[in-house]
């Protein structure tokens, strides 16, 4: 069965921090994504990796870097947290762009707090 | 420029049928997903339409329209255990998916 874990389901941060988010999954996937889901405005995606080493900016990348050392990690990095970045994160990963119709799948979320 | 629109809240009563719809405005298509999400949880693949049509999986049937830019999901014989959100995902030329901000369906006894 497919398994994406993210490794906190929460977190308390406070302003200035660096905080690391982490993600594992099982897969051996390609694709690895990460995203913020707020209320009134769904999912939206932060930044996106097709391999080890490679990352690719999403819609709001603003604030936050990525690592994937390995292909089964992918870590999402806030350099320097604001009261903003207060989010519910999720990470999902899937095989590869010609596996068309395979979906993505989600961890359960890491719901961080920024005081 | 990219915009999906789904409705914010439904209602429906156990035992019924309810559909929800979603439109979408892409600079590509490349299939649409519908996915379900409990409170607190992690969202769950339902369905996925690449082609005009229905697609049908026990309670659950997603309909596609690309030249309309529109898709359905219909849900049958509600259960309280529905009661979720339901988020309309766009693939665009890429492996990136454009969300809508979902639909939360509430089922009464």
């Known amino acids: 069965d497919v398994k994406v874990t993210q490794s906190s389901r929460y977190l308390v941060k406070r302003t200035g921090e660096k905080v690391f988010l982490e993600c594992v999954q099982d897969m051996d996937h390609e694709n690895m994504f990460w995203y913020r889901q707020d209320p009134g405005l769904g999912l939206r995606l932060i930044y996106f990796s097709y391999d080890v080493k490679m990352k690719e900016k999403g819609d709001i990348p603003e604030g936050y870097s990525v690592s994937r050392e390995k292909k089964e990690r992918f870590s999402l990095i806030l350099e320097s947290a604001s009261t903003n970045q207060t989010s519910m994160y999720l990470c999902a990963s899937r095989l590869p762009g010609q596996y068309s119709n395979q979906p993505q799948h989600f961890g359960d979320g890491t719901r961080l707090s920024i005081l | 420029g990219q915009n999906i629109d789904q409705p914010t809240e439904m209602t429906a009563t156990e035992g019924a049928i309810v559909q929800i719809n979603c439109t979408y405005q892409?600079?590509?298509?490349?299939?649409l997903f519908w996915y379900q999400q409990h409170a607190g949880e992690a969202p769950t693949f339902l369905s996925y339409?690449?082609?005009?049509g229905l697609e049908e999986k026990g309670r659950f049937s997603s309909f596609l329209s690309r030249s309309k830019g529109y898709s359905y999901l219909l849900l049958k014989e509600l259960q309280m255990k529905d009661s979720a959100s339901y988020l309309c995902a766009v693939r665009e030329d890429t492996d990136k998916l454009i969300f809508g901000t979902g639909t939360r369906l509430q089922v009464f006894p």
């Open positions: 339409n690449v082609l005009d």
């Open positions: 892409t600079s590509g298509f490349n299939g």
